[in-house]
Nanobody
Framework: QLVESGGGSVQAGGSLRLSCAAS????????VAWFRQAPGEEREGVAA????????VYADSVRGRFTISQENAKNTLYLQMNSLKPEDTARYYC???????????????????????WGQGTQVTVS
């Protein structure tokens, strides 16, 4: 099970930190990612960490502003979002899948298909 938290409403230029708490399995053995979906848009990959806990991937639109990290002791994934823009407004989902390599597909169309487990999402609104 994955449970996201930390979403909310913020002004442009502000920051938020999303959290994704995992239960039932150890995320350090999984590739984990953040996706987002705005109304009327397809779900898109934002950032990911592979199961080596080292290799990361970022969408061009967020690179340099967002940072993905995980805290294995808490079995929790994070997404630190700085310099937020109105176009970052979306529902953000965390996802996980066992093994390595899925993050290579995160930025592809339908990259979500490579991830097996999903949270319910948390809304981020930037005005």
């Amino acid at each position: 099970q994955l449970v996201e938290s930390g979403g909310g409403s913020v002004q442009a230029g502000g920051s938020l930190r999303l959290s994704c708490a995992a239960s039932g399995y150890t995320i350090r053995r999984y590739a984990v990612a953040w996706f987002r979906q705005a109304p009327g848009e397809e779900r898109e990959g934002v950032a990911a960490i592979d199961s080596d806990s080292i290799t990361t991937v970022y969408a061009d639109s967020v690179r340099g502003r967002f940072t993905i990290s995980q805290e294995n002791a808490k079995n929790t994934l994070y997404l630190q979002m700085n310099s937020l823009k109105p176009e970052d407004t979306a529902r953000y989902y965390c996802a996980a899948t066992p093994g390595m390599g899925a993050i290579n597909h995160v930025l592809e169309s339908a990259g979500e298909l490579y991830f097996q487990y999903w949270g319910q999402g948390t809304q981020v609104t930037v005005s």
